[in-house]
């Protein structure tokens, strides 16, 4: 049977959020070991300690949906094709930020069904901050101020802001970041580049290089009931479990859908 997403499941999926958050900020707070995967990502025992918080959490709170995560992700195509729902997790974004220890890492949980995010949600362990969002519903971000609803920008040529990432550049994006013209650079970590775009901090978050569908789910989901799109460079929203490789695309995450990004890009 489907499970339905309301605000009651959100909001229990935002206290496993939540709790795997704290276990993050429990290794945080001490000297930790880094190991690495076979395609040489950094590996924590913090990312292992969260992926079983919300491992548990989201079997017991739905047990008959499969849960897909960074730290389980070997489940055969011929296997999850045929889910229509399914819970997507990584469960410590940004664990390179989390290693530099600057606080730029998140917990993201979401629930695609028909290869969509329908809920979404962010939790940045070190603020305690958190972005939820249910598809049709709204998006919102519960901080130190409390709760406020997210609303993206209004596109402004005098006043561009592109949010990029610590960790990953390269040749591509400095073309397109050329091609822009005059604007505002803020770089930082993890799904945190969406979550400015959907809050309207920034108008777009150019990804020029590989990610995979965990890392952009749960943003995606809130960036969208904020008013934007998250898509790949040819303007198509970004779709899940779809391949039998769980690598996105290129893509853009976009604040104001009337302004054509897609003339910046690099051509082909």
Same mark, same amino acid.
């Given at each position: 049977?489907?499970?339905?997403?309301?605000?009651?499941?959100?909001?229990? $999926?935002?206290?496993?959020?939540?709790?795997?958050? !704290?276990?993050?900020?429990?290794?945080?707070?001490?000297?930790?070991?880094?190991?690495? +995967?076979?395609?040489?990502?950094?590996?924590?025992?913090?990312?292992?300690?969260?992926?079983?918080?919300?491992?548990?959490?989201?079997?017991?709170?739905?047990?008959? =949906?499969?849960?897909?995560?960074?730290?389980?992700?070997?489940?055969?195509?011929?296997?999850?094709?045929?889910?229509?729902? /399914?819970?997507?997790?990584?469960?410590?974004?940004? =664990?390179?930020?989390?290693? +530099?220890?600057?606080?730029?890492?998140?917990?993201?949980?979401?629930?695609?069904? @028909?290869? !969509?995010?329908?809920?979404?949600?962010?939790?940045?362990?070190?603020?305690?901050? @958190?972005?939820?969002?249910?598809?049709?519903?709204?998006?919102? @971000?519960?901080?130190?101020?409390?709760?406020?609803?997210?609303? $993206?920008?209004?596109?402004?040529?005098?006043?561009? $802001?592109?949010?990029?990432?610590?960790?990953?550049?390269?040749?591509?994006? &400095?073309?397109?970041?050329?091609?822009?013209? *005059?604007?505002?650079?803020? &770089?930082?970590?993890?799904?945190? +580049?969406?979550?400015? $775009?959907?809050?309207? %901090?920034?108008?777009?978050? *150019?990804?020029?290089?590989?990610?995979?569908?965990?890392? =952009?789910?749960?943003?995606? @989901?809130? %960036?969208?009931?904020?008013?934007?799109?998250?898509?790949?460079?040819?303007?198509?929203?970004?779709?899940?479990?779809? +391949?039998?490789?769980?690598?996105?695309?290129?893509?853009?995450?976009?604040?104001?859908?009337?302004?054509?990004?897609?003339? /910046?890009?690099?051509?082909?």
């Amino acid at each position: 049977m489907a499970i339905v997403a309301d605000e009651a499941l959100l909001q229990q $999926v935002v206290a496993i959020a939540r709790r795997a958050a !704290q276990r993050i900020m429990e290794v945080y707070a001490r000297d930790f070991d880094v190991n690495h +995967k076979a395609d040489r990502s950094p590996l924590t025992e913090a990312d292992l300690a969260a992926h079983q918080e919300i491992v548990d959490g989201l079997q017991s709170l739905t047990p008959q =949906t499969p849960v897909l995560s960074e730290e389980s992700s070997h489940v055969d195509y011929q296997q999850r094709r045929h889910w229509q729902q /399914y819970w997507l997790v990584d469960p410590l974004d940004g =664990t390179r930020e989390f290693i +530099k220890r600057n606080g730029e890492f998140t917990v993201n949980i979401a629930l695609i069904d @028909c290869q !969509q995010p329908v809920l979404g949600v962010v939790v940045v362990p070190v603020t305690g901050q @958190c972005y939820s969002a249910l598809r049709g519903h709204g998006a919102f @971000c519960d901080g130190p101020d409390g709760v406020r609803r997210l609303q $993206v920008r209004a596109f402004n040529p005098a006043d561009v $802001v592109i949010a990029g990432s610590r960790s990953h550049g390269g040749a591509r994006l &400095s073309h397109f970041l050329d091609r822009i013209g *005059p604007h505002r650079l803020v &770089s930082i970590g993890s799904s945190l +580049k969406s979550c400015l $775009v959907a809050e309207g %901090v920034a108008d777009i978050y *150019p990804r020029l290089g590989p990610t995979s569908e965990w890392d =952009t789910a749960a943003a995606q @989901c809130v %960036v969208e009931a904020a008013g934007g799109i998250l898509t790949d460079i040819h303007l198509q929203p970004l779709r899940y479990n779809t +391949k039998e490789s769980l690598l996105n695309p290129e893509f853009l995450v976009i604040g104001d859908p009337r302004h054509d990004w897609r003339r /910046y890009l690099p051509q082909e």
